[in-house]
């Protein structure tokens, strides 16, 4: 299986400034059909996941545009522009490339 | 508007089985693919199963550590999908969540095995 690696696994951010979580999958994750099927994915304290990116950098309806996917490959990278109280929770990257499709360990984000 | 409801979670014995339920609505699950993803308590996200669409021929697959306990079936008629789980485990004890392929996410259901 496809083993995805975050850093770090906990960031304590100040509101208003920028967040970078990174993701390396331990192989290349671009298809046979040319893309590259990484998402990232958003989970609040007892509620679902929530896919913010996918294909490494479009955002999902309703996301903000605070939240930007970015890389290539095996490195992908998600920024958070201006944090803000209600991003906190914890933040998965996902591939869906490779079967079977697996998941980052997570980052916890929270607020100093 | 998309929605996908779980149920059939609870409390049961380790050996037992157990059947959980997704139900779709908003769209056909015959015209998408569908995956079943658990999450430990206080843990990561696991896929455990996948089912492809009809015009993709109906193809399930299973990660290896699950594939001889856990089945997915649909029932296009009730736009259903299922999740048999067999001789549950302790390590079972999760929260399974039906998802579009991890654009879309149910609310879960709670299966806890104990003895």
């Known amino acids: 299986d496809v083993v995805m690696t975050q850093s770090p696994l906990s960031l304590p951010v100040t509101p208003g400034q920028p967040a970078s979580i990174s993701c390396r999958s331990s192989?290349?994750?671009?298809?046979?059909?040319?893309?590259?099927?990484l998402s990232w994915l958003h989970q609040r304290p007892g509620q679902s996941p929530r896919r913010l990116i996918y294909?490494?950098?479009n955002r999902d309806s309703g996301v903000p545009d605070r939240f930007s996917g970015s890389g290539s490959g095996t490195d992908f990278t998600l920024k958070i522009s201006r944090v803000e109280a209600e991003d906190v929770g914890v933040y998965y990257c996902?591939?869906?490339?490779?079967?079977?499709?697996?998941f980052g360990q997570g980052t916890k984000v929270e607020i100093k | 508007e998309v929605q996908l409801v779980e149920s059939g979670g609870g409390l049961v014995k380790p050996g037992e089985s157990l059947r959980l339920s997704c139900a779709a609505s908003?769209?056909?699950?015959?015209?998408?693919?569908m995956s079943w993803v658990r999450q430990a308590p206080g843990k990561g996200l696991e896929c455990v199963g996948r089912?492809?669409?009809?015009?993709?021929?109906?193809?399930?697959d299973y990660p290896v550590p699950v594939k001889d306990r856990f089945s997915i079936s649909r029932d296009d008629s009730k736009n259903m999908m299922y999740l048999q789980i067999n001789s549950l485990r302790t390590e079972d004890t999760a929260v399974y969540y039906c998802?579009?392929?991890?654009?879309?996410w149910g609310q879960g259901t709670l299966v806890t095995v104990s003895p």
């Open positions: 294909k490494v950098s």
């Open positions: 192989q290349s994750l671009v298809h046979s059909d040319g893309n590259t099927y």
């Open positions: 908003g769209f056909p699950l015959s015209n998408t693919w």
């Open positions: 996902m591939q869906l490339t490779h079967w079977p499709p697996t």
């Open positions: 089912i492809k669409s009809k015009t993709d021929g109906d193809t399930i």
């Open positions: 998802t579009i392929q991890g654009m879309r």
